[in-house]
């Protein structure tokens, strides 16, 4: 199972950006809430991941999950910016 490490969360009022590493090359997924980054298990054989959830409401606070290859991050609470 992969190892999890410098996991990063970048925001915009309507978008929620998460990179990662991971020690063996795996597949890139991520959930904010209910919603699945458009972009899950695009970049399957890699260490280095992004993934990018869309289409979210300005400041509001969103539970995010990154998985990788069976192993998962823990749920962490992120909040968009406000709507510009």
């Keep these: 199972m992969p190892v999890i490490s410098n996991l990063v969360y970048t ?4 978008t929620i950006v998460a990179t990662w590493t991971t020690d063996v090359s795996s597949d890139s997924n991520l959930v904010a809430g209910v919603k ?3 972009d ?3 970049a ?12 979210l ?3 509001t606070l969103y539970s995010c ?3 990788s290859g069976g192993s998962s991050s823990s749920p ?9």
């Design 76 to 84: 962490q609470n992120v909040t968009t910016s406000a709507a510009l």
């Design 57 to 59: 409401s300005p400041s």
């Design 44 to 55: 399957a054989n890699s260490t280095s991941h992004q993934c990018i959830v869309t289409g």
């Design 11 to 14: 925001v915009t009022d309507t």
């Design 65 to 67: 999950t990154v998985t």
């Design 40 to 42: 899950n298990g695009v």
């Design 36 to 38: 699945n980054a458009i």
